[in-house]
């Protein structure tokens, strides 16, 4: 995993509250509890510590690691306020659950008291708390993507119309190499949520890019990337104000490319871009014109074909 990458997972562990995930069911005594009666409560409802109130205030945490202490000292006639750890760390039921992680491993304790505003006690959280919680989180979050796959890829069967199309369009700057490439992704992501072939998918994601890039690199005052979508195909536009392509067979040619040095140094302008296109879709159309700027045209059918670009991008 990349140094920038995150996952799910790891990404919920700091939206989810302490107080969506914690236990609620609060199992207490008092300081004037037994240790004998702790032990009771301890094995019938199999949890490993319980918080002690003095009065209704939290007074401190009685633990299993206590219990062990009175049975060795064959003390379990003693009062719970006896054993207990009195220095008792809480944590903010408004508190992400990542600081609760934290906590956990700095502090190498099982139970964190969950207390309120008012640092009234509200709730108990352990590690498996959080373990349940992010995995119930990420359950729903795959339901509502699949409710969004599904709704995404049904988007035209209750549309009556001679053709229904979703057309996406993009400004594309000039020389902007920290957008480069943004149209094209948004492209993609919008194809595979409407759950287009992945094939198909990587063909449009590489010729949409290299038109784009094609835009960001060549033209004198940026362009448009219009993407077009139906159900039978989809067909790309690219057109731009620049100095044109005085020779369009030359143009072409692989490895043939009128970038500045500056740009090739960068690692773009390689002279693949116009190639890649024709490469991957099914149709191409291509037009240019000296001081006012070029159109490109380019269609991907949804259904199999024939074509080349069809059998090689499989």
């Not at 300081?31 to 199999?46: G, H, N, Q, S, Y």
């Not at 700095?106 to 009234?120: A, I, K, N, Q, S």
């Not at 700057?173 to 094939?199: C, E, H, M, W, Y």
């Not at 040095?261 to 190639?275: P, S, T």
Request: proline share 4%; glycine share 8%.
């Amino acid at each position: 995993m990349s140094p920038t990458e995150v996952l799910k997972a790891q990404e919920l562990v700091y939206e989810l509250r302490i107080g969506d995930i914690m236990s609620r069911r609060l199992v207490t005594v008092t300081a004037d509890t037994t240790m004998r009666e702790v032990k009771t409560i301890l094995r019938d409802r199999r949890i490993s510590g319980l918080p002690v109130l003095d009065g209704g205030n939290l007074a401190g945490i009685v633990s299993i690691e206590d219990l062990i202490r009175s049975l060795e000292e064959n003390d379990l006639d003693a009062l719970a306020g006896q054993y207990m750890t009195t220095l008792v760390h809480t944590i903010g039921e408004r508190e992400p659950a990542v600081r609760a992680l934290n906590v956990f491993g700095r502090l190498g304790v099982g139970r964190l008291p969950v207390v309120d505003d008012e640092g009234r006690l509200v709730g108990i959280m352990t590690p498996d708390d959080i373990t349940r919680g992010v995995l119930r989180a990420l359950e729903k979050a795959y339901h509502e993507e699949e409710i969004r796959r599904y709704r995404a890829r049904h988007v035209f069967d209750d549309i009556k119309s001679d053709r229904t199309s979703l057309i996406l369009r993009y400004d594309i700057p000039l020389r902007d190499f920290n957008r480069a490439g943004r149209a094209s992704s948004q492209i993609k992501q919008t194809l595979n949520r409407l759950g287009v072939d992945p094939r198909i998918v990587r063909r449009v994601a590489i010729a949409s890019y290299e038109a784009e890039m094609n835009i960001v690199i060549h033209s004198v005052a940026g362009g448009n990337l219009v993407a077009e979508i139906n159900p039978e195909l989809i067909a790309l536009l690219a057109y731009d104000t620049g100095p044109g392509i005085p020779d369009i067979e030359k143009a072409m040619t692989p490895g043939y490319s009128t970038a500045p040095d500056w740009i090739r140094e960068m690692g773009f302008g390689a002279g693949m871009g116009l190639c890649n296109i024709k490469a991957c879709v099914d149709q191409m159309d291509l037009n240019s014109w000296p001081r006012q700027g070029t159109r490109l045209e380019a269609v991907i059918y949804l259904k199999p074909t024939e074509g080349k670009a069809s059998d090689e991008a499989a």
